[in-house]
């Protein structure tokens, strides 16, 4: 029997890992311009952390967590998100005692059991920041701006993206917003979904996150939450709506935002752009400045930001700009056991000068081989009796079509060998 992969777990194959590895690197690259640091959590956590951390009753952790106990009957979950994992960790490891405000980013697998559909996997893969240790509101619009900074490197028109905002108060605002929701969504119940006839009793504030279309219409309605937010939220969104305008990110103000997640505290905030629909947020953050104390360390505020892989992968998909990853494709044009010396002892040459190179281990008629090198190379190299004898291989820039013979010692040096035959071509 052949086995195949899980539901909803697909495997990246290597025509792929090239637009993933680009879109980690800029991850990477600009994440530390921003002076965050990696941390790489672990994928597995008790599971007890996402329900107090992320909340129990959200959908995240009540209907999509994979949990499972271990052999000792310890209940552990596949982690859903991550900012309960980095919270975990920064409290774990008393984070806050070496740096009053601790930047930190992560990347990797995250796994929510959801119907799969085309970009939603059951493993499917999160970047995200999260800045721990203050309270400022220009640190919000600072994590935004970064936000807006990654899609743009990635190619989307930083004119046409698209904030959503809003704030959702402290503990105490979402108290007494909770009652004010209660009232009007209380005699409206009969028209909820059944799950969110449920969370009215629970959490009446998932129902403002619910798809269904008949909730939709009836949350549209809704009292805002921005409009109940005590005094020091209100100032608060307003500072971090003004350090937005004067970072010159648009942005609308969305009574309806709250986000999916129980740790959320005053602003949140999801971005879109209008080149792909901007109904669908590419990522999505806010403050959680409870978390941390929820999670055992001091009364720390803080604020992040996460978003899809797959979303980001399939931006860059767009474009298609597929290059030939190797500098040298070598070719043996015999089997003779010289020839074939040569050729590793030509490509260990080549690879220990930095360049990469690969060659021909299945030999084929000539032009077949050359095919398989235009796809993976910018040139290719023929070795041969000849070319040994004479200390010198033919050399073909498969962009150009342009062939000559080279010295070996030459080879190491691709761009001197490309300079030349440019040059003779012009000629
Ligand atoms: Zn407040
Ligand atoms: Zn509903």
Same mark, same amino acid.
């Given at each position: ?27 990477r ?6 002076a965050?640091?990696?941390i ?5 956590e ?9 909340? !129990?009753e959200?959908?995240?952790v ?18 859903p ?5 980095? +919270? ?17 980013y ?6 929510r059991?959801?119907?799969p ?17 203050? #309270?400022?509101?220009?640190?919000d619009?600072e994590?935004?701006?970064? !936000? ?15 904030f ?5 108060? =402290?503990?105490?605002?979402?108290e007494g917003?909770?009652? +004010? ?14 799950? =969110?006839r449920r969370?009215?009793?629970?959490n ?7 798809k269904?279309?008949?909730?939709? %219409?009836i949350?549209?309605?809704a009292? *805002? *939450?921005?409009?109940?937010?005590? *005094?020091?939220?209100?100032?608060h ?7 937005m305008?004067?970072?010159g #990110?648009?942005y609308?103000?969305d009574?309806?935002?709250v ?8 602003? +949140?905030f ?14 999505g953050?806010?403050r959680?400045d ?15 930001? !996460? $978003?899809?892989?797959?979303r ?11 290059e ?10 015999t089997?003779d056991?010289e +020839?074939?010396?040569w ?10 000068a930095? #360049?990469? !190179? ?10 077949? *081989? ?7 190379a910018?040139g ?5 009796? %000849?070319?040994?004898?004479?200390g010198a ?12 013979v080279?010295? #070996?010692?030459?080879l ?6 490309? $300079? ?6 012009a000629?």
């Amino acid at each position: 029997m052949r086995l195949a992969s899980v539901r909803g777990m697909r495997d990246i194959l290597p025509a792929e890992t090239g637009l993933w590895q680009g879109v980690e690197g800029a991850i990477r690259e600009l994440f530390g311009r921003y002076a965050y640091r990696e941390i790489r959590p672990p994928v597995v956590e008790l599971a007890e952390l996402f329900a107090r951390g992320v909340g !129990a009753e959200t959908d995240i952790v009540h209907k999509e967590m994979y949990v499972f106990p271990d052999r000792k009957g310890q209940m552990l979950a596949l982690r859903p998100e991550a900012t309960a994992s980095v +919270v975990r960790a920064y409290v774990e490891h008393a984070m806050h005692a070496g740096s009053d405000l601790v930047k930190l980013y992560y990347l990797g697998p995250m796994f929510r059991y959801e119907k799969p559909q085309m970009g939603r996997q059951r493993q499917f893969h999160q970047y995200g920041v999260e800045a721990i240790g203050s #309270l400022d509101p220009a640190l919000d619009a600072e994590v935004a701006d970064l !936000a807006a900074q990654l899609v743009a490197d990635l190619g989307l028109d930083r004119a046409r993206l698209r904030f959503r905002v809003n704030t959702i108060g =402290c503990a105490a605002d979402r108290e007494g917003y909770r009652g +004010v929701l209660l009232s009007h969504l209380g005699p409206r119940a009969v028209g909820l979904c059944s799950d =969110c006839r449920r969370r009215l009793e629970q959490n009446p504030l998932r129902v403002l996150d619910c798809k269904v279309p008949s909730c939709r %219409e009836i949350v549209c309605e809704a009292p *805002s *939450s921005a409009d109940h937010v005590c *005094s020091a939220c209100a100032e608060h969104f307003e500072g971090f709506k003004g350090h937005m305008e004067a970072l010159g #990110l648009s942005y609308e103000q969305d009574a309806t935002l709250v986000r999916g997640l129980d740790y959320y505290t005053r602003t +949140v905030f999801e971005l879109a752009s209008e080149e792909l629909g901007a109904q669908d947020a590419l990522l999505g953050g806010g403050r959680y400045d409870d978390l941390v104390a929820l999670l055992g360390g001091p009364e720390t505020p803080a604020v992040g930001f !996460a $978003g899809g892989m797959e979303r980001l992968v399939m931006l860059l998909h767009r474009e298609d700009r597929e290059e030939p990853e190797l500098d040298w494709y070598v070719i043996p044009v015999t089997d003779d056991p010289e +020839v074939v010396r040569w050729t590793s002892q030509i490509l260990a040459a080549m690879r220990r000068a930095g #360049l990469a !190179a690969d060659r021909a281990y299945v030999r084929k008629a000539l032009r077949k *081989s050359l095919q398989v090198a235009a796809r993976k190379a910018k040139g290719a190299v023929f070795v041969g009796p %000849e070319e040994i004898a004479s200390g010198a291989a033919k050399a073909r820039d498969l962009a150009a079509g342009v062939e000559r013979v080279v010295s #070996l010692a030459a080879l190491v040096d691709p761009d001197a060998v490309r $300079g030349q035959l440019a040059a003779e071509e012009a000629s």
